[in-house]
Nanobody, 114 residues
Framework: VQLQASGGGLVQPGGSLRLSCAASGSISGINALGWYRRAPGKQRELVATATSGGTTNYADSVKGRFTISRDGAENTVYLQMNSLKPEDTAIYYC?????????WGQGTEVTVSS
């Protein structure tokens, strides 16, 4: 499975960004797609996940501001990020789960700063 993420950039506090991640390769077994992030000096943490059955899960810090969605036909997962805060600054990684296997994209950088 290959994952190609895009959509990061520099945005002012309160602004919005939309991240995209396209999955390709042996994707038939993927049962969940998601986003994680690693802020400077911190460990990687879960942001949001979405299963093939439609179940979503969010970190408490992003609930109500971020929305994860999947386009099954295009095997793409999106992360709509609204009301961005400086503490959202991080490298965002998309992730695919196929049973016990985890696959990672290359990361896209998000900087929230005035």
């Amino acid at each position: 499975v290959q994952l190609q993420a895009s959509g990061g950039g520099l945005v002012q506090p309160g602004g919005s960004l939309r991240l995209s991640c396209a999955a390709s390769g042996s994707i038939s077994g993927i049962n969940a797609l998601g986003w994680y992030r690693r802020a400077p000096g911190k460990q990687r943490e879960l942001v949001a996940t979405a299963t093939s059955g439609g179940t979503t899960n969010y970190a408490d810090s992003v609930k109500g501001r971020f929305t994860i969605s999947r386009d099954g036909a295009e095997n793409t997962v999106y992360l709509q990020m609204n009301s961005l805060k400086p503490e959202d600054t991080a490298i965002y990684y998309c992730n695919a789960q196929d049973g016990p296997l985890l696959f990672w994209g290359q990361g896209t950088e998000v900087t929230v700063s005035s």
